[in-house]
């Protein structure tokens, strides 16, 4: 059974940083490019980071660039995102997603599993 577990959202101020985790099972972690969604009630579901399966390359949306950071863990099937100088748009339902094609690292429909999601929320 494939799971993906997200961890570590809550509410916090603007400006302030969170480290959501995700911890994966039930598939060859360490062969799957990971990434992180959002979603805001009323808007599709928002690309915000990937990484490598080997870890080797990352990338992250404008929107995001320079506050987050993707990394992972594969020997214990984990990854997180570190996010720094939150505002109050990145308010939202954050999840995490498998993939093992190469292409198409931003767009949903080519990601094979998905977790639950973890709020967010920043406040000003």
């Known amino acids: 059974q494939v799971l993906l577990v997200e961890s570590g959202g809550q509410l916090v101020q603007a400006g302030g940083s969170l480290t959501l985790s995700c911890a994966a099972s039930?598939?060859?972690?360490?062969?799957?490019?990971m990434g992180w969604f959002r979603q805001v009630p009323g808007k599709e579901r928002e690309y915000v980071a990937s990484?490598?399966?080997?870890?080797?390359?990352?990338d992250y949306a404008d929107s995001v660039k320079g506050r987050v950071t993707i990394s992972r863990d594969n020997a214990n099937n984990t990854v997180s995102l570190r996010m720094d100088t939150l505002k109050p748009e990145d308010t939202a339902v954050y999840y995490c997603?498998?993939?093992?094609?190469?292409?198409?690292?931003?767009?949903?429909?080519?990601?094979?599993?998905w977790g639950q999601g973890t709020q967010v929320t920043v406040v000003s």
């Open positions: 997603a498998a993939k093992q094609r190469l292409v198409g690292h931003t767009d949903t429909r080519e990601y094979d599993y």
């Open positions: 039930g598939f060859p972690f360490s062969r799957y490019i």
């Open positions: 990484i490598t399966s080997a870890g080797s390359l990352t």
